[in-house]
């Protein structure tokens, strides 16, 4: 029987306790007790997010929060500053285009973060512009967006900062509130380790008050009514994903115990002694060093080695799965190992010595256990 340990960049792994919530039967909704889960869990979520604002909740996978965030803010022939670094940066673009939003591309080369001076002169470029939407970590590259520096770029502006925050958040540090940041979008089955099916939006007032001047069509993703649902009874516009809400509860408490502080440095320790393994195991880092995230690390594949075999015979043949490359980029030529949700040290151990025996197999060559001797003098220092 295999064990099936993900080490993927979502869904992640689910802890016990969490599991346990997800099995108790079914309650109402409307009912004092889902609605003490509901105010606990928004009350939970705005610690992680740091902020003051509304967390809405939403009963759709992480990109629906995305969609909310621009069926919210932008009208259509509103344009938007996007920064395309990879995969997610993309979706905004689509999604701009759904909307009948211009969206003004900022390029970064895959790997790289964007430089907050592309933002100020997109911005410059563009008078008037409503948005910028940008991605926290950037999930098919492996790296981590310097929010803060952009938020100083964006936050004395008309325009409304956006983050896709949907891997990074409780992962890696994102304070909405201290930084300026205006939209911050996450969901359920990244750092906060239960199962795909709750997105999350906080929007401040700044960004409020654009959605409810905003032309565009909404009708399950309106968060005015959202927004006036909750505070007036602490409830959502339809039903919610009862148990979910619930679990979350329980992964909130998991993150609060350790408090956010100790989080972050916890997922930094896994990056370290995963990045060691794969230098150790003489293979490259895809993300330059400068941006690299603690969220996944990104490993390219050595020379003659394919990488989605790597990531198949993982899965199917040991139960551990990683991720592997996405878009014409990096198709084969990556695999990416995510130390987010409720992996710990032994975890990336495992996952790290289970690569090892995998590229054995296919014919690489180094010596059997460099890569588990590395990360473990992380761990041990
Ligand atoms: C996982 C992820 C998403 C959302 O994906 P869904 O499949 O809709 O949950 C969006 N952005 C980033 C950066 C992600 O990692």
Redesign the pocket.
């Given at each position: 029987m295999k064990k099936n340990l993900l080490l993927t960049?979502?869904p992640t792994q689910i802890p016990p306790d969490i599991c346990a919530a997800l099995g108790r039967p079914i309650i109402h909704h409307r009912t004092p007790q889902f609605q003490q889960y509901l105010k606990d869990a928004v009350e939970g979520l705005k610690y992680v997010f740091q902020t003051k604002s509304d967390v809405l909740i939403m009963a759709?996978?992480?990109?629906?929060?995305?969609e909310a965030a621009v069926a919210n803010l932008l009208s259509p022939g509103d344009k938007a500053i996007v920064v395309e670094g990879?995969?997610?940066?993309e979706?905004w673009t689509e999604l701009c285009k759904a909307y009948g939003a211009i969206p003004v591309v900022v390029k970064v080369p895959w790997g790289k973060g964007v430089e907050p001076k592309q933002i100020k002169e997109a911005m410059a470029a563009n008078p008037g512009v409503k948005a910028v939407l940008i991605?926290?970590?950037?999930?098919?590259t492996g790296v981590t967006n310097d929010v803060r520096a952009i938020a100083d770029v964006v936050k004395n502006t008309e325009a409304v900062l956006v983050v896709?925050?949907?891997?990074?958040l409780g992962v890696v540090d994102c304070q909405m509130d201290n930084w300026g940041v205006d939209v911050v979008?996450s969901?359920s089955?990244?750092g906060f380790m239960c199962p795909?099916g709750l997105?999350f939006i906080a929007i401040n007032a700044k960004a409020m008050k654009m959605a409810e001047a905003c032309k565009s069509p909404r009708y399950y993703f309106d968060l005015r009514k959202a927004k006036k649902v909750m505070e007036k009874e602490t409830d959502t516009p339809f039903t919610p994903a009862i148990g979910i809400v619930i679990a979350l509860n329980e992964s909130i408490k998991h993150i609060k115990e350790q408090g956010l502080e100790k989080v972050f440095a916890h997922f930094a320790r896994l990056a370290k002694a995963t990045r060691a393994a794969a230098v150790a195991l003489g293979l490259k880092l895809y993300p330059d060093d400068s941006c690299m995230s603690n969220a996944l690390t990104t490993i390219c594949v050595p020379e003659g080695v394919d990488g989605n075999k790597i990531m198949k015979v993982m899965r199917d043949t040991y139960g551990i799965s990683v991720a592997g490359g996405q878009g014409e980029e990096l198709k084969g030529k990556v695999i990416r190992i995510a130390h987010m949700g409720c992996i710990d040290e032994y975890d990336i151990i495992t996952g790290i010595s289970c690569l090892e025996k995998v590229l054995k197999e296919l014919g690489y060559k180094f010596t059997l256990g460099s890569g588990v001797a590395a990360a473990q003098s992380v761990f041990n220092s």
């Open positions: 960049p979502g759709s996978s992480g990109t629906g929060g995305m990879g995969k997610f940066g979706r991605t926290l970590v950037e999930t098919s896709d925050a949907i891997s990074g979008v969901a089955h990244k795909p997105a």
